[in-house]
Structures are given as structure tokens and as C-alpha cells.
């Protein structure tokens, strides 16, 4: 018998298109894995291949990633997690007592005695403990409560979730969310997935980025007319900005938030990166908590910390936490559904949160190395904020305000009109076509500062201070080469 004819193949449309995708998703952008970072690998592909450049290595400065740029990691830190993670290390004479002491708490804290077990939506009781003990001893005695303590996974997952809580209504009630401009991507990209409003306030460039009531109560006024606002967004210290708040700034934002019913986001993950002399990092609780009962009892604040910044660096463990005050009970039942629905946040990352929280203190084995490897790490970060500043001030066309914190440089750049002009043909922001030409001619990747929102007509980049220094002095007279050069080819 003959053999059917092979049926020709017919060809089904995709279900999933960028047309029936969801529009919240497609309208989604993150520019520090962004366009730039994407042409950085296949830089570094090329590279890998013998293909020749004007350079040898891509230089990835473009995310605060601390161990990625050859941070040590913290010694104490580690030998707890490896212990939790395998804990016949508990019989080993090459761990300390300290350690050990911690590792036992933490896997009684855990299912089964072990990391592998869920934990419980919020957090593990024990660690929640000690992010309460935490916050109490950093502000200076006021009360923390375990049970307002969440245990995230990383600050970003947090933020997305309590946003995720407080976005409703639509058309001119839809909720509005005011971000500090420059911003984190972060926010912008949350708020674009819940469909909500952004509504901008703008950071005082010529003024050490620093953040203005008036310029809150313009934003506030102006995004009434068109959404809800009730959401208001502090990141201290700064993030892509540096700037670390004073007292009298934090007094007035929540002066200004109790005023006009705002629920307060303290973005609080770089609070141990302050170098500047005369800065110091406040937390919006404790200030909340000196401003008196009426604000204390009323003010509904959440806020956020981080394995990742500081001087632990431990991005890839995904460990964070945030403490929400004055939420209303019946609110509080929703947010821990929300977070159940995910189970629970990585209970390694759980684990490395509790050593930040809880870690050795005098008279312990552990005590004299753990602080001198935390110093090290934070002087040598004061140090690289330094010399950033000095050797881009140093340059015609750029201009640098103050790191007093975080680890990131925004300078100020200009770009000349023919640039403008070129960039505008290339369908590009002037600033990204800055920022791709000196990832193709030094192999440097930075961030436009169009991913992070500025002042119309301004232009900036974003640069983590996080590679060694030696590397760090490199990176900064290719960037200042370079730049002469743009601003002669364009002159």
C-alpha cells in the first residue's frame, strides 16, 4: 500500500506574542540589566573568541555587586551558613564556638533541623528575634516588635510586595506612587507591573541631591489631578545618588507624609555605606519614634534592609527583611496571604540576614577578625568615594557631587550638540549613546542616567565604586581619556 502523503506542515500561531502578552510586563524596564549590559556579554564573547579591541577586559560596573568585583566575602558570615548547610561541620575543631552557637539556634529555628525545610511565611521566629534585638540596639532603644518583622527575599521583593498591597482604584483614583528622580529601576519597574502611577519628585542636584519638601509638596500637588498618591518612596542613602539624609530632612518628610496621609517606603539598604565626615545614617523609625506619640502611633512606614549592600556584599543568597509599623490589623492577615502564596523567602538567605543582625560581639573567638575584615571593607569603600569624586571633578564636562554613601558615583556629564544630535539619529538617549561608546572603546559598561530618570536636558551616568582600588584609578583615567576625546570629536 502507498504511503500517505507527509501532510505539509502547518505552521500554528504562537499563543504568546508580544502583541497577547501582558502590556504591565512589556511596559517593564530595568536599566541596570539593561541594552548596555546585554552588548557588555557579547563584548566579552567577542573577546573570549581572539577577536581584537582596544582593550583586554569589559569592566562591569554597572550593579552593586560586591563579590563580583572581587569583594572577600565576610568570614563569620560563611562559617555560619556552611554549618547550617551541613551541619555535621558542628563536630569540626576548625569552626569557632561562636559560630557553632549561632548555626545550632538558627536549625532550631528550621523544620527537621534543617535549611532544606519551608519556613514560615514571615520569617523564622528565631531570626525575627534577632532583626527585632537588631533595630532596637541601632535606634538606640526604641522598641522593635518581631512580629511587625517580615523576612524577604532580598529588600527588592519586599518593596514589590508591599506596593503589590497598596495599589488600587482606577482611572484618576488609580494609586500614585511618588519616587525620589534620579531613582533604582526598581520602583519604576514595580510600578509599571501593578499598572499604578509614577509620580516623580525631583532630587536637588546642585545641592548635594538633596530632597526638598517643597519639591515633595509640588510633585504631591500636581500628580492630584490626574491619580491617588498615597504612596510615598525614600531610598537613604541614595541609590543612584549617594546623598545620605540629615535629621531635619527625615523630620520634615514625615512631617510632610503624616500631613497629607502618605504611607512611607524607607529604602534603608546601604545604612552601613556612610563615609562623608559630618553624615551619618538615621533611620526613618527612630526619628519617627523622637518626633512624639501622635507621629509614632499614626505614620504607617515600612522599611527595608539587605545581605546585599553594607559591607557583606551577599547578593546571590537573596536575604532581606522589612519592619511595618502601624498597619492596620485587619491589614496585616493580608500581607502575610500575599507572602504565603511565595511560602516562604530562601531559608540560606534567612540565614545569612541573622549574622548581619547578629553578629559576633566582644569577648567572642570570632569578634577581633570580624571587625577587622568589616573595616577593611567599609574603609576601603570611604576611600574609593574619595578618590571618584576628586578625579571626575578633575575633568572638563563632568561634574561629581559628594558620595557621602551607597557605592555608586552619578556624575554629571555634557554632551555636546552634534552628540545630540548623532545620538538622536541612532534613536538613542544621548546619554545611552554616551555610555555605548565607552563600553565599545574602554570595554567600561556604566548605566545611562536615563534608566534612573533626571532633570530634562541633564545628563549622567551611573558607576559602582565596588572595583579594587588599583582597578578603580584605571577604570577612572579611561573614563576621563574618553571623555576628552567625545567632547573633541563633537566639539
Known amino acids: 500500500a502507498q504511503a500517505p502523503a507527509a501532510s505539509p506542515k502547518v505552521h500554528r500561531e504562537k499563543i504568546l506574542t508580544l502583541e497577547s502578552m501582558n502590556p504591565q510586563v512589556k511596559a517593564v524596564e530595568y536599566a541596570v540589566r539593561g541594552p548596555i549590559v546585554l552588548k557588555a556579554g557579547e563584548i566579552e564573547k567577542e573577546l573570549r573568541k581572539g577577536i581584537k579591541k582596544p582593550f583586554t577586559e569589559v569592566i562591569k560596573a554597572n550593579i552593586g555587586d560586591a563579590h563580583a568585583m572581587g569583594q572577600r566575602p565576610i568570614t563569620f558570615l560563611r562559617q555560619v551558613v556552611a554549618l547550617c548547610t551541613y551541619p555535621n561541620l558542628l563536630d569540626s575543631p576548625s569552626f569557632p564556638e561562636d559560630a557553632k552557637k549561632r548555626a545550632r539556634r538558627i536549625l532550631q529555628g528550621c523544620g527537621g533541623n534543617s535549611l532544606g525545610a519551608y519556613s514560615a511565611s ?106 491617588n498618591p498615597k504612596v510615598l518612596c525614600i531610598i537613604n542613602p541614595g541609590n543612584p545618588t549617594g546623598q545620605v539624609q540629615n535629621r531635619k530632612c527625615i523630620e520634615d518628610v514625615i512631617h510632610f507624609a503624616s500631613e497629607e496621609k502618605l504611607f512611607l517606603l524607607a529604602d534603608e539598604v546601604y545604612q552601613d555605606n556612610v563615609y562623608s565626615e559630618g553624615c551619618q545614617f538615621h533611620s526613618f523609625k527612630k526619628i519617627l519614634y523622637e518626633m512624639g506619640p501622635e507621629y509614632y502611633n499614626n505614620v504607617e512606614l515600612a522599611s527595608f534592609h539587605s545581605t546585599s549592600k553594607g559591607y557583606m556584599g551577599e547578593c546571590g543568597y537573596r536575604g532581606g527583611y522589612m519592619e511595618v509599623i502601624n498597619l492596620h490589623p485587619e491589614i496585616k492577615g493580608q500581607l502575610v496571604k500575599l507572602l504565603s502564596v511565595r511560602l516562604c523567602p530562601p531559608v540560606s538567605g534567612q540565614a545569612a540576614m541573622d549574622i548581619v543582625v547578629n553578629p559576633p560581639i566582644p569577648g567572642e573567638e570570632s569578634y577581633s577578625q570580624f571587625i577587622k575584615e568589616k573595616e577593611s571593607v567599609l574603609n576601603n569603600l570611604a576611600q574609593k568615594a574619595k578618590l571618584t569624586e576628586d578625579m571626575f571633578n578633575k575633568v572638563p564636562g563632568i561634574h561629581c557631587n559628594p558620595l557621602q554613601g551607597a557605592m555608586y558615583a552619578f556624575p554629571r556629564i555634557f554632551i555636546p550638540s552634534k552628540a545630540i544630535e548623532e545620538a538622536e539619529a541612532h534613536k538613542m538617549a544621548p546619554d545611552m549613546f554616551y555610555c555605548m561608546k565607552l563600553l565599545e572603546e574602554t570595554g567600561i559598561c556604566v548605566v545611562p542616567g536615563s534608566g534612573f530618570g533626571q532633570r530634562e536636558g541633564s545628563y549622567h551616568f551611573r558607576m559602582t565604586i565596588l572595583p579594587p582600588v588599583e582597578k578603580l584609578k584605571i577604570l577612572l583615567e579611561k573614563v576621563k581619556d574618553f571623555h576628552i576625546k567625545f567632547l573633541q570629536k563633537y566639539a
Open 122 to 227: 514571615q520569617g523564622i521566629n528565631c531570626i525575627r528575634e534577632d532583626v527585632a534585638s537588631y533595630i532596637e540596639r541601632r535606634d538606640g532603644g526604641v522598641p522593635a516588635d518581631p512580629d511587625n518583622i517580615y523576612l524577604t527575599t532580598g529588600a527588592s521583593d519586599g518593596i514589590a510586595t508591599i506596593l503589590k498591597i497598596l495599589v488600587s482604584g482606577g482611572g484618576k483614583s488609580r494609586t500614585g506612587v511618588m519616587i525620589p528622580i534620579p531613582q533604582y529601576p526598581l520602583y519604576s519597574a514595580a510600578i509599571s507591573e501593578l499598572d499604578a502611577i509614577q509620580v516623580n519628585y525631583y532630587l536637588d542636584e546642585e545641592n548635594c541631591w538633596a530632597l526638598n519638601v517643597n519639591e515633595l509638596r509640588r510633585s504631591l500637588n500636581e500628580a492630584k489631578a490626574y491619580c
